[in-house]
């Protein structure tokens, strides 16, 4: 049982960094710097958490407001590049914060211990959840009361007219603004939400793994907040949810099993995914047969 | 005064240094940005299959007596087909309009070729036949390394080459063609997947060249310089400006020189954060490139 | 809803498959499940660690197996090796899967440090803390060598070398060994932990210890004790430090030429030795001898510079010098892995499991499982010297430091060889 909630709360962690890249993209924004953000928000919960010894709840909201408050200072020089150019500005920028974590120590003494995030040796001993005898089953439903709530409002705002004028400023900005929409309020903003929501998973996610360091924050976890989203597709919030369980339960974890063989595996049905459902799999035509499923 | 000349010599051989192993950048460079100019789609498994070719054209070497040049050669040719089946794979069958699949499709291209490599080697690192690796020229206080001397012109051979071709020949001109307006090029009788397929095999071409320098120059082949690779060459385009190969050129030489000079000054910690903050000087005053002539901020 | 459902439903059955599929298996077995990275840049790791794993398993059961809690004699079965690819989230998932699915009485994995500093925050801290609600699951991993990993929980055990006692003792015997030699520098990679930590908060003070002279950039505070002026180190030498992935390692070769130094410390793993070793080698910085990491004491250096790693001197936990240790060799060779510090940690763990379980009582039932696993911690953590490959295996009972015996190798003619045997 430990396994599948371990499990479950992964995909809720990676499901929720996808909603935050998936926020961006609506918006056309390409943004590899949710690495970034999650790293930012996993460092800050876990100083709370280990060095103050707050409460886990007011350090993942702190976290959530510091990610948010950097990705609101990234989104405007963000404004002037765009599309591929701004690949590339985001994973210098989440480059950049993993440098700047990989420098960073802060180590105070308690109980004759040192703890705190210690360069290059990374951040150990993040034990909220089990100094303080939550059974994961209550970490589970902790995490995925943030998951549904995330959910809920992104699915709320994709119904609504937030929803609308995100995809207008993503599919033609200068339509989107020459029906009065602010680009620069809109794109900002997108930019803040994603890095709020990017700040509290990654602040679960430091007391998840309990052990922090840089290796984690690559490159390829920007990659895979995007890819999440671009394989589930843009249409509503179960697309990522949905491209969650199939990398994270299925190509990491279901195919174990394979050994050897399960990363080559990886990227080939990444490539195939991609030719076969090149606008994610709940596409328009999914999207459809699904209507139809449910009207019969 | 001693130690001022002292240092100043260092700093100059330090900066030298930078710009020739500064041409194995600028050759990936060269090959995103000649991508991107032809489709305007990001590669990401672009250096992956640069370093796949190098290590086809080391296996060729150690089941045959085979001397460096041939070795080069293998390996150009591997990665020349690699960028034809990354091309008929990750963009070939994706719509021309969705830069989102087709960068993921080459991401997951770039995990595919990064976990062949590992299944091929265990991930172990491979020495890399040097080129003249006894050549090693002091002028005075400088030490100049022959082979990154030679590296360095193959990486100016092949940049005029490639001049040549996209300027001088029909195909260059179907490339160019293409890149400047697929549909009109297609109304005139252009293949597009054909002139593209060829683009990408002339990128692929030029990163099988890239990566053999590179693991020449280091004389180690491993799975782990794949990524950072990726990483610089991205930061070399943007620098030289989308879609500019004499941009590519002279930022992937710059960058060379940058970061080691602020490896020598500032410490290896340091460095790549001096690399990214010069990216991010030039998004700011100068978004498209060394070369642009006007900032335009759409 | 049919295509989500169907494919939720694909998915969960695949997850399902995954189980280990003699989770609950009858029979009477001892069982271990280890992992290691298969996949990744470190495969290298966990194909060696399981070849040495399995082959000592099956030397164990054709000597008769394990003896049981009811005193018959039962085979012990490694019920899988799975693929943590060198990734905490991936250690912990199999880690908890371990834990809560199977019947294995021990977890025995991984080499990487990284992923052991987060396997094992996740285990429970002090064994018995009822408020500490930690997984509760022996592990005991081959090697994960990084300084400070003992202390994380009651439930983690190391196979390793101690590195403060091994370059302590290193340098002591390269002051009688080479007495030519007197001073030194050196550089390490700083984005991986190990090595950055172990070169300046160990290599470097031991070398102080035993009267080298650092004639890196001044750092007066650098002294004989461990971690004695490490950030002052860390500070001052920045520039002759490299990363994992680099490949321009120009500068760190020429200030390490200019300080023209009799010994050149190396403390990196075999992808970036390789590189600096090599850049060594054409710029003509000739020490007089070279000292390195102890994870580089592998076949990847050989593979990847041969002939510029001539000369370099490494402390390894393994070499075939035994008799023990060379049939131990030849059958990890015959069954496709290669015989190093890593994975004959791998293979004397099998051993030391089999002597644990053979000091308590262990019924190898689904019913007493979590009983066995906690009589089979205490088993474990009362040894406190045990024989292996090339020497006996210790481990302070207070500390849970453990401390491995280790020889001295170097790179002669291009293969290894062992030059000193501070045991014998």
Redesign the interface.
């Known amino acids: 049982?430990?396994?599948y909630l371990?499990?479950i709360n992964?995909i809720g962690i990676h499901t929720m960094l996808g909603l935050s890249a998936y926020l961006l993209?609506q918006t056309g924004q390409?943004s590899l710097a949710q690495a970034g953000f999650f790293a930012v928000g996993s460092y800050t919960a876990a100083i709370l958490t280990v060095i103050f010894q707050w409460n886990i709840i007011p350090s993942v909201l702190v976290a959530m407001l510091v990610s948010g408050f950097l990705a609101f200072l990234v989104g405007f020089?963000a404004l002037?590049?765009?599309?591929?150019?701004l690949?590339?500005?985001t994973?210098?920028?989440s480059?950049?914060v993993r440098?700047?974590f990989?420098?960073l120590k802060w180590r105070v003494t308690r109980n004759g211990?040192e703890i705190g995030p210690d360069g290059?040796?990374?951040f150990?001993?993040?034990?909220y959840?089990?100094?303080?005898?939550?059974?994961?089953f209550e970490v589970t439903l902790f995490l995925w009361s943030f998951v549904i709530l995330i959910m809920g409002v992104i699915w709320w705002s994709d119904q609504s007219r937030t929803g609308a004028v995100l995809r207008a400023v993503g599919e033609d900005e200068l339509a989107a603004s020459s029906v009065g929409i602010n680009l620069t309020v809109v794109k900002v903003s997108a930019m803040t939400a994603g890095g709020f929501i990017a700040g509290i998973s990654g602040g679960l996610y430091a007391h998840?793994?309990?052990?922090l360091?840089?290796?984690?924050f690559?490159?390829?976890l920007g990659?895979f907040a995007?890819?999440y989203p671009?394989?589930g597709g843009l249409s509503n919030v179960?697309g990522t949810l949905?491209a969650v369980?199939?990398i994270q339960?299925?190509l990491?974890?279901?195919?174990?099993?394979l050994?050897?063989w399960?990363?080559?595996l990886?990227?080939?049905?990444?490539?195939l995914?991609?030719?076969f459902k090149?606008?994610g799999?709940f596409d328009k035509q999914?999207m459809d047969?699904?209507k139809k499923?449910?009207r019969v | 005064m001693e130690d001022f000349l002292y240092e100043a010599v260092e700093i100059i051989q330090t900066i030298w240094d930078g710009i020739l192993f500064g041409s194995t950048y600028a050759l990936i460079g060269i090959g995103f940005t000649l991508i991107f100019g032809a489709m305007g789609k990001l590669n990401m498994a672009y250096a992956g299959a640069a370093i796949a070719g190098a290590y086809v054209g080391l296996a060729v070497s150690l089941f045959f007596d085979a001397t460096i040049i041939f070795v080069f050669a293998v390996s150009a040719v591997i990665s020349t087909l690699l960028g034809y089946i990354v091309y008929q794979t990750c963009f070939r069958f994706i719509p021309t309009h969705n830069h989102l699949a087709a960068l993921m499709a080459s991401v997951g291209g770039l995990f595919f070729i990064d976990e062949l490599i590992v299944l091929a080697t265990l991930g172990s690192p491979m020495n890399f036949p040097g080129l003249f690796e006894d050549a090693y020229f002091e002028i005075g206080p400088f030490g100049i390394r022959g082979d990154l001397l030679f590296v360095f012109l193959i990486g100016i051979v092949s940049t005029l080459l490639l001049l040549y071709v996209l300027f001088k020949t029909r195909l260059g001109m179907a490339t160019r063609a293409v890149a400047q307006q697929d549909i009109a090029a297609q109304l005139c009788g252009i293949n597009i997947h054909r002139t593209n397929s060829i683009t990408f095999s002339i990128a692929g071409l030029l990163g099988g060249i890239a990566g053999a320098m590179t693991a020449a120059a280091v004389g180690v082949l491993s799975p782990v310089m794949t990524v950072p690779l990726t990483i610089k060459g991205l930061i070399v385009t943007v620098i030289g400006g989308l879609g500019s190969i004499p941009g590519a050129i002279i930022a992937g030489l710059f960058v060379g020189a940058f970061e080691n000079f602020f490896l020598y000054i500032r410490g290896i910690d340091e460095r790549d954060m001096y690399v990214v903050a010069l990216l991010f000087i030039f998004l700011i005053f100068r978004p498209n490139g060394i070369f642009s002539k006007t900032i335009n901020r759409d | 809803m049919k295509n989500i459902s169907k494919l939720i439903g694909a998915s969960m059955l695949l997850i399902a498959l995954s189980i280990p599929q003699n989770a609950i298996s009858g029979g009477h077995s001892l069982k271990v499940l280890g992992w290691g990275a298969k996949s990744g840049p470190l495969k290298s790791f966990g194909v060696n660690s399981e070849a040495a794993l399995r082959s000592a398993v099956a030397e164990i059961n054709a000597a008769g197996g394990v003896r049981m809690g009811d005193g018959s004699m039962a085979p012990m079965e490694v019920i899988g090796y799975e693929d943590s690819a060198c990734k905490k989230d991936e250690a912990i998932a199999i880690l908890r899967k371990t834990a809560s699915t199977t019947d294995a009485i021990v977890g025995m994995g991984t080499t990487c440090s990284g992923v052991c500093q987060a396997m094992f925050g996740v285990l429970q801290k002090k064994r018995g803390d009822d408020s500490d609600s930690g997984v509760q699951m022996p592990i005991l991993a081959d090697t994960c060598i990084r300084p400070g990993l003992a202390k994380i929980s009651d439930w983690s055990f190391r196979n390793v070398p101690n590195e403060i006692t091994m370059y302590d003792e290193l340098f002591k015997w390269i002051r009688t060994a080479y007495p030519n030699v007197k001073t030194f520098t050196g550089g390490s990679e700083t984005d991986q932990g190990h090595s950055f930590v172990t070169y300046t908060a160990i290599i470097a003070q031991m070398a102080v210890k035993h009267g080298f002279q650092w004639v890196g950039p001044p750092v007066p505070e650098l002294g004989p004790k461990v971690k004695q002026g490490m950030k002052e180190l860390q500070a001052a030498a920045k520039s002759q430090h490299w990363l994992m992935g680099d490949t321009n390692y120009t500068v760190q070769a020429r200030k390490i030429k200019k300080q023209n130094a009799d010994m050149v410390i190396v403390a990196s793993h075999p992808f970036s030795a390789c590189g600096f070793m090599k850049e060594m080698k054409r710029q003509r910085v000739k020490p007089k001898l070279m000292v390195g990491l102890t994870s580089s004491a592998s076949q990847e250096t050989l593979n990847g510079c041969m002939s510029a790693a001539e000369g370099i001197i490494i402390p390894t936990g393994f070499a075939p010098i035994t008799s023990e240790a060379k049939k131990a060799n030849s059958i990890v060779s015959k069954a496709g892995g290669f015989l190093d510090l890593h994975s004959a940690a791998a293979w004397e763990n099998a051993y030391l499991i089999k002597h644990a379980v053979e000091r308590t009582s262990i019924m190898g039932k689904p019913s007493t499982l979590q009983e066995d696993r906690r009589k089979f911690r205490n088993a474990l953590a009362s040894i406190t010297s045990q024989k292996g490959l090339i020497g006996h295996l210790t481990r302070d009972g207070s500390t849970g430091e453990a401390s491995k015996p280790y020889v001295y190798v170097q790179v002669v003619n291009g293969k290894w060889k062992v030059i000193h045997d501070p045991n014998s």
């Open positions: 049982m430990d396994f371990n499990l992964t993209l390409l020089p002037r590049v765009k599309g591929l150019m690949v590339v500005a994973i210098a920028f480059e950049f440098m700047f990989y420098n211990e290059t040796m990374g150990a001993e993040i034990r959840f089990s100094d303080n005898g939550w059974s994961n998840q793994v309990t052990s360091d840089h290796h984690s690559t490159v390829l990659t995007i890819a671009i394989l179960f949905v369980i199939f339960g299925l990491v974890e279901g195919l174990r099993f050994g050897d399960r990363m080559i990886f990227g080939l049905l990444i490539v995914a991609m030719n090149p606008l799999l999914t047969l699904i499923a449910i």
